[in-house]
């Protein structure tokens, strides 16, 4: 298939690679002249503008965007828009709030565009694993586009099949599904991140308690020198915890056991934040992923070994990298 690419951060960039390798013809462009040759050197064709990138697609027309959530999203597919024909289809990739999507649906409808949101996870990682998708949009839109999903996913690899989920189809085990109408897909990205920051920091404060056993307030013999990297790397051989944020953090501990490259400042992404906004909207209690977002903002305070830990994990699966506090 042809679509045209919005944003060559992290992501966007590695997702285009990862399109053109399967065979599809990608229109790129970024506000980085730079990041645009550096892909049309790959085999995209580089466009200046949106005009000029619109006018390189064929109808009908498919651009997905990668740029941050909030205002830089708005912007473009509020101009996308203005530009586009009935037929024509917008893809938000990013962290947009779920009820923006909505909105921005609803906007689209009058002029016959389609608006398609997926929430994306894969971090800097994905070009070569793939990436999880869950997407919200119309059931026609998204079977069409299938192709492109299908060629970003990571697909069925080693895992082993869940017993029986055989029997019920889908592309669930390919790692995307179609969540159901506009926002949905960004909703379970969003829960999904919050469960992430509950992950986190559940690894997070078990390596500092680690960490501290040795602390001279214990009595002598109750103290223990632990060995973190040793500790992380064999509960990644047939632990019940066993996880991929477990994996990177194995790796930044054999990188540098003290994490003294990290601050601890750790920041949220937003989505944390909505998840619990959700919960609180659904009278669901989630006190787990509540407190798990207070203390990245407690982080911002003093930090501990287990903000060091968040910090390591954040930059290992998605490259973020950490702030400075702010000048008090």
Not at 3 to 32: C, E, P, Y
Not at 119 to 133: A, K, P, Q
Not at 194 to 222: R, V
Request: charged share 20%.
């Amino acid at each position: 298939m042809q679509l045209g690419m919005i944003g060559l951060g992290k992501m966007g960039a590695n997702m285009t690679r990862r399109l053109m390798r399967g065979g599809h013809q990608v229109v790129v462009s970024d506000l980085s002249p730079d990041a645009v040759k550096q892909l049309a050197g790959e085999g995209a064709t580089a466009s200046t503008s949106l005009d000029d990138l619109l006018g390189k697609l064929t109808a009908p027309r498919t651009v997905w965007i990668m740029v941050p959530a909030g205002d830089p999203t708005e912007k473009t597919v509020q101009t996308l828009l203005s530009k586009m024909q009935s037929g024509d289809t917008i893809i938000d990739g990013g962290n947009s709030f779920f009820k923006d999507d909505v909105r921005r649906a609803e906007m689209c409808a009058p002029k016959g565009v389609n608006y398609v949101d997926v929430g994306t996870s894969g971090g800097v990682w994905g070009l070569e694993r793939g990436y999880c998708m869950m997407i919200g949009g119309p059931k026609e839109t998204v079977q069409r586009l299938d192709p492109i999903f299908k060629t970003l996913a990571p697909g069925r690899g080693d895992i082993p099949r869940t017993p029986g989920f055989d029997k019920l189809g889908g592309t669930a085990e390919n790692g995307y599904i179609h969540c159901g109408p506009s926002g949905s897909g960004h909703f379970v990205k969003m829960v999904h991140n919050g469960i992430e920051y509950g992950i986190m920091q559940a690894y997070a404060e078990g390596f500092d308690i680690f960490k501290n056993a040795i602390s001279k307030e214990l009595p002598e013999n109750l103290r223990y020198d632990l060995n973190l990297p040793e500790i992380a790397e064999v509960w990644r051989r047939g632990s019940v915890i066993a996880s991929w944020l477990l994996d990177l953090t194995s790796m930044a501990l054999v990188e540098n056991p003290t994490l003294s490259e990290y601050t601890g400042f750790v920041q949220d992404s937003g989505e944390g934040r909505w998840t619990i906004q959700a919960a609180v909207e659904e009278a669901v209690p989630a006190e787990v992923l509540t407190a798990a977002l207070y203390a990245r903002f407690r982080s911002r305070q003093e930090h501990t070994f287990a903000d060091k830990m968040l910090s390591a994990m954040r930059q290992k699966f998605g490259g973020h990298i950490e702030l400075k506090p702010p000048k008090s």
